[in-house]
């Protein structure tokens, strides 16, 4: 398997580590215009072949079938990268966001189907862990009866990209860089795992708001123009019912800290933490007229963990077997929902986004 890496910053690593875990046998190659990146990423990884210009490094092999390229770069340096790639003839993984805005995810996906390549995100992290499919399981099992309304809020107080997270990246702060904030940041995670668990077919996007709460430790020395807290009102429609969504993501929230994720229906309701598999699984229902409380077996941790999942997921993707990447025309569906909430917040007007269904895993 030959892997393709632009950019080589702490996220490129992440994904040479894992293709190491799952391919038996692998050529890595990486690029990256940044010298001091490159020399480190050669340092732990000697074995790779380093180029200092992407285009060079397309150009240096004829592709194979089964090439893939990992986008591993910051959000403005994800479209011409992308298109390059696809253009070599290789598929493409992309870190999350896909793009900066919705009509560079459009151009991207319309690359990938003309050359007949596959083009995924890693907003599809999150997918196939133990943790997730047995919330799935409860959902098909048919014990929560009809599924009604779903409490998505994971506010931290402060945990922002770019200032208490990741200071080294100030472009986390800049929306001419990040395309975006805490949304744009969170937010395919978010939206990749509700359209994985629900699997609806239109999302009404009812309302919608974003907010940028101030603190102290706010920078005055370089740009900080994205929001830190957003929120909306949605319905998901599928399967003749509509679900109705209360989602709230915070980086930086004066309010209670909390993460509470609970799908509720007639018969009982479902509570986990979506995003750390270590929390329990808890299903609630009624039993002689007294609420009950009971922890699911999730079953065995896997073998491959959410930093191994993207490129996992791609290329069985890639190899034509069953798996939980989201390519080409399902790849924008996330990128769909979080361009749906920025509208409906700037604009005050519903939003309404029909999915493309891609092949779920069962």
Known sequence: MRVYIIGAGVIG???ARAAYKIFPELELRAADLNPHALKGFCEEYPEAVAFNDVQEMLNSESPLDDDIVIVSTPPFAHFNPTKAALQSGRHVLCEKPLAMNLSQAN?????AEENKRLLGCCSVRFKGMPHMETVKEVLLSGALGEIYHVTFVNKRARSRSGIEYQAESPWFLDSAKSGGGVLMDWGPYDFATLLDILKPDNIDVSSAWIAKPATDADPDDKPFNVETHAGSMMTFYGSSQSVHIHYERA????GEEYVKVEIEGTSGSVRWTPFDSRQPVFLRYDRQGQAIEKEVETGPKSEFTIF?????HFSRKVS????YANVNQSALDHFHCIEAVYAAAKTGQKQTITLNRPEYVT
Do not use: Q, Y
């Open 13 to 15: 690593r992440t994904h």
């Open 107 to 111: 151009e991207m996906v319309h690359i």
């Open 251 to 254: 980086s930086c929230a004066h």
């Open 308 to 312: 191994d999942n993207p490129l996992l």
């Open 320 to 323: 034509g077997l069953k798996s």
